[in-house]
């Protein structure tokens, strides 16, 4: 069970009256930058005052009320455990099977020493905002690696994520792995020394192994996502979406998605729920009729290099026109889409603008998408409409 999100929550720690805003996770995708300056402001003056030891205190402490008031979901800590624990292991095996498969290791060690540290802060920046707003509780888990998880820290030297990197590997690798590899920090083994001595009860045990478990995912899969972005970047770009029009700021996230997209690639878009989907085919909306490829390409073209609303709307009613067809068979939906494309362009009425898209797309006699109005009807007739059965776009 993941822990609700906070907003504008202020904490008082150790004597000290401090409020300080929290961070909002729905801004790790919306504005990352304000985000990530808001976790490190939020660090500084809360976790400056506050150990580690303090969190764990008062984890217990929270723990030991809802048990008394609300069992069950103590309960459904631990039963989250080793679901928890599956889902990181999971992921340290898929170090040793990205980083080591053909030496991919050496070459994105070469790559992220040898990067411009602004390259190093932009990845890491949409690495770490991506993984944290997939889930509240490694969107929390922030606080529990201040230091380690420093953006400045992490850009400066291209070695401090290499040495995470190397540092949470299973170090026996001769088999399928069951135990966690875990990154050590002074205030982390100086807890679990405490740890060990204080004759923990089973809730305290609880507490300590659930902390450590989100602090080792988080870092796992922060490391995991920095590690196939680089690799995926190519020295060398195909230029197919043009530069941003003067007027136009693009965000980190929309600049990410492009730059994956100027790769050699079939794909019309990547639909990313998670920071990892860009990696799964299955994510990537393709297509396969050559003009209907085209036509979206062209709406998708004023989208990302003017920002126009009405573009990106049409643009966003195609994509939601095609995963919401009759027998599509991925795993894309519609409230992916939008929320996607919400978050690339701050375009807050998205799914109003898709339904106007859906109205204006009823009120055509072909009942063509509006991106496909300029198709002529006969061929529309004979190519698209025979296998697109359109069901109505309904968002949640």
């Known amino acids: 069970m993941a822990a609700p999100a906070h907003k504008n929550r202020g904490y008082g720690l150790r004597g000290y009256e401090i409020i300080v805003p929290y961070p909002d996770i729905e801004d790790a995708l919306k504005e ?22 303090d969190w764990y205190d008062r984890e217990v402490e929270r723990c030991k009320t809802l048990k008394r008031q609300h069992p069950l979901l103590v309960d459904a800590f631990y039963d989250e455990y080793p679901v928890l624990f599956q889902q990181t292991l999971n992921l340290q095996v898929s170090i040793i099977q990205n980083a080591f498969t053909f030496g991919r290791f050496q070459g994105f060690e070469a790559k992220w020493i040898a990067a411009d540290r602004s390259i190093r802060e932009s990845h890491v920046l949409i690495s770490l905002s991506r993984t944290c707003a997939s889930a509240n509780n490694l969107h929390d888990a922030r606080k529990l690696c201040p230091t380690e998880l420093n953006l400045s820290y992490l850009a400066e030297d291209g070695r401090h994520l290499i040495d995470m990197l190397k540092a949470i590997i299973p170090h026996d690798i001769s088999g399928p792995p069951s135990t966690l590899t875990y990154f050590h920090h002074p205030a982390w083994d100086a807890l679990s020394d405490f740890h060990e001595k204080s004759n923990p009860n089973d809730l305290e045990k609880l507490v300590y192994r659930r902390m450590l478990l ?92 003017t920002g126009d609303r009405e573009a990106v709307a049409i643009m966003a009613h195609g994509l939601c026109w095609w995963v919401s067809r009759g ?59 025979p296998y697109v059965y359109a069901q109505p776009i309904t968002f949640k």
């Open 32 to 53: 990352p930058r304000k985000w990530n300056a808001q976790w490190e402001k939020w660090n500084a003056t809360v976790n400056s005052n506050t150990t580690l030891k």
């Open 214 to 305: 989100i602090r080792t995912k988080l870092i796992s899969k922060l490391a995991t996502t920095s590690h196939a972005l680089v690799l995926a970047n190519r020295p060398k770009f195909v230029a197919l979406i043009g530069p941003a029009k003067a007027g136009f700021e693009r965000s980190i996230s929309l600049n990410y998605h492009i730059s994956l997209l100027s790769r050699p690639t079939d794909s019309n878009y990547i639909v990313m729920p998670t920071a990892e989907s860009f990696l799964d085919i299955n994510y990537h909306v393709v297509f396969p009729d050559p003009e209907l490829k085209r036509l979206f390409r062209v709406v998708r073209e004023k989208a990302f290099t």
């Open 327 to 385: 027998g599509y068979p991925g795993p894309i939906t519609v409230e992916m889409v939008a929320n996607q494309i919400e978050a690339e362009f701050s375009f807050d009425e998205l799914k109003t603008a898709v339904l106007q898209m859906q109205e204006r797309q009823i009120h055509d006699p072909h009942k063509r998408p509006i991106f496909l109005l300029v198709m002529d009807p006969t061929k529309w007739r004979q190519t698209i409409a």
